[in-house]
């Protein structure tokens, strides 16, 4: 099922790491502590079982991982080994031990400074990507963590929805991504390319100031349609003490025209994120951690469903599986009956 991965260390995993506790579970498989046994370097490695994985799925995982391989930037997680079994596959990745980007907002003071500050290092992330012809597609809040527990600097995750772009392939056309976070060229099924990872920037940015998203409603099929239209407003009672300069970019990064949205040289260049400009006042008051704890809860609930469903999906393929490996013995062992008769009545 799809290509082996390469360079990947030779041996298993144990020789090279220690595995300790489970950290979390994720799309594809469990996540895990370990210790490098050469240097007791803590690292975080994502363990796959392949049996597990439709070739769809494998795909990604392919995709992700020679990513990873040529990513090497301060603000991208980094891949340090690669260990490809027979049943597992293993993804020994850089720990990030700061955690998830918005669960750290509702547990401390948070203002546009701050706010400017996270856009800044996740626009640099984005420039080296493109640069590199890398186009992330998964911008959201599951994707960005803090490297450590200081919670200054920020990292970006999760490329399996990744792709590069050569020359002679400019533009993508898959749909994908997180439905509040695409950008509705993405939706449209129009071609497009890197300048939809800064709608999802522009969606972020949003929610950071106000804790709810721009684009949103109960029912999916009314999301697409508000997303498509590209209109959102900025409510006077969460919006009110916000600068202009932070509406300012969130207009230029929320373009539905993606020809008109703002490129990571003027979005570095804005006032927005001028450190003299950006407002230090706290902005995290109770509208906006109530806010913000229903779009968390929210977010919690829709990972727990799909994981959830996933977890039914995989029992009922082996299910299937068992079935037809049964199924397969009975057809040999008729055919061997069949076989013998034929041979006694010769």
Same mark, same amino acid.
């Given at each position: 099922m799809g290509q082996s991965f390469a360079p990947e260390k030779k041996g298993r995993i144990e020789q090279y790491y220690t595995i300790k506790e489970r950290l979390g579970q994720g799309s594809f498989g469990i996540v895990r502590l370990c210790i490098r046994n050469s240097d007791k370097l803590k690292a975080a490695v994502k363990i796959i079982k392949k049996r597990d994985l439709q070739e769809k799925e494998m795909t990604n995982l392919e995709r992700e991982? =020679?990513?990873?391989? +040529?990513? /090497?930037?301060?603000?991208?997680?980094? !891949?340090?080994?690669?260990?490809?079994?027979?049943?597992?596959?293993?993804?020994?990745?850089?720990l990030c031990e700061g955690g998830e980007l918005f669960d750290a907002i509702c547990e401390g003071n948070f203002n546009e400074e701050s706010a400017a500050d996270i856009i800044r290092q996740i626009t640099v992330a984005?420039?080296?990507?493109?640069?590199?012809?890398?186009?992330?597609?998964d911008l959201k809040p599951e994707?960005?963590?803090?490297?450590?527990?200081?919670? =200054?600097?920020?990292? +970006?995750? /999760?490329?399996?929805?990744?792709?590069? !772009?050569?020359?002679?392939?400019?533009?993508?056309?898959?749909?994908?991504?997180?439905?509040?976070?695409?950008?509705?060229?993405?939706?449209?099924k129009k071609k497009y390319n890197k300048n939809c990872d800064f709608w999802s920037l522009g969606v972020i940015l949003y929610v950071l100031l106000c804790g709810y998203l721009p684009f949103y409603h109960e029912e999916r099929s009314m999301t697409v349609r508000l997303i498509r239209a590209g209109k959102f407003t900025f409510d006077d009672e969460e919006w009110g003490d916000i600068s202009d300069n932070a509406k300012d970019l969130i207009r230029n990064l929320l373009q539905k025209d993606p020809t008109k949205r703002w490129t990571a040289v003027q979005i570095l260049q804005s006032k927005f994120l001028s450190k003299s400009v950006a407002s230090t006042r706290t902005i995290n008051n109770e509208s906006f951690k109530e806010n913000f704890q229903k779009l968390q809860t929210a977010r919690h609930q829709e990972h727990a469903e799909r994981l959830a469903a996933m977890a039914m999906v995989s029992i009922h393929l082996k299910r299937w599986y068992k079935q037809a490996r049964q199924n397969v013995g009975n057809k040999e062992k008729v055919k061997e009956e069949k076989d013998d008769s034929q041979e006694e009545i010769q």
């Open positions: 991982a =020679k990513i990873l391989q +040529l990513v /090497d930037h301060n603000h991208c997680v980094r !891949l340090y080994d690669i260990f490809d079994t027979k049943h597992h596959l293993y993804l020994v990745m850089e984005l420039q080296y990507l493109h640069k590199n012809g890398v186009v992330h597609r994707n960005l963590l803090y490297a450590t527990k200081k919670k =200054k600097q920020i990292k +970006l995750m /999760d490329f399996g929805l990744a792709k590069t !772009l050569d020359s002679q392939d400019e533009a993508l056309e898959t749909r994908c991504g997180t439905l509040h976070y695409v950008a509705p060229e993405v939706l449209e």
